[in-house]
């Protein structure tokens, strides 16, 4: 019995892995990553070979552009999977996404901000004082709070963690 994917206008949009490859110029085992992490999806034929939606170069383009601005794979995930029916984003969707992102992009630039004006009376000197250091954390109490860096969120900002 032939499904809608054998018709020859499907046949026509179906991409091998190797032709979303080099069209879209990420590598197949990252194309592979991809699917395994539920980014995009694929069928097999009848022969077991994988075959793509035309739509795919577009979810990559997507992922790439998120991946360049420091998005994480499970915030992309997310946004994806946020749209109907899991549908590639078009031009609405790409607002919409970028949008939450750029805010997203906006505090971590912040964050860096705030940790590279505190480096600077650092740099150079590498003693970390006690008696001078901005970033120093005596006792370790920030420890007590679960592993990471802890100077970075603005919670712990203005030595509130030390109050503790």
């Excluded at 992490?37 to 992922?63: C, D, K, P, T």
């Excluded at 998005?71 to 939450?100: F, Q, V, Y």
């Amino acid at each position: 019995m032939k499904t809608k994917k054998d018709s020859p206008q499907a046949v026509a949009s179906e991409l091998t892995v190797g032709e979303v490859a080099r069209r879209s110029g990420v590598a197949v085992s990252t194309l592979h990553y991809y699917e395994a992490e539920g980014l995009i999806r694929s069928w097999r034929n009848e022969g077991n070979q994988r075959r793509y939606a035309r739509e795919v170069l577009r979810r990559v383009a997507v992922i790439k552009v998120a991946q360049r601005s420091g998005i994480s794979l499970a915030a992309i995930r997310r946004a994806l999977e946020s749209l109907p029916g899991r549908r590639t984003p078009d031009a609405e969707d790409w607002k919409k996404l970028s949008k939450k992102w750029k805010a997203d992009l906006n505090e971590r630039i912040e964050r860096m901000t705030r940790l590279r004006d505190q480096l600077d009376s650092c740099i150079g000197c590498g003693c970390l004082s006690l008696e001078s250091c901005p970033l120093r954390n005596p006792w370790d109490r920030l420890g007590e709070s679960g592993p990471g860096a802890r100077l970075l969120d603005p919670e712990w900002e203005d030595g509130k963690a030390q109050r503790d």
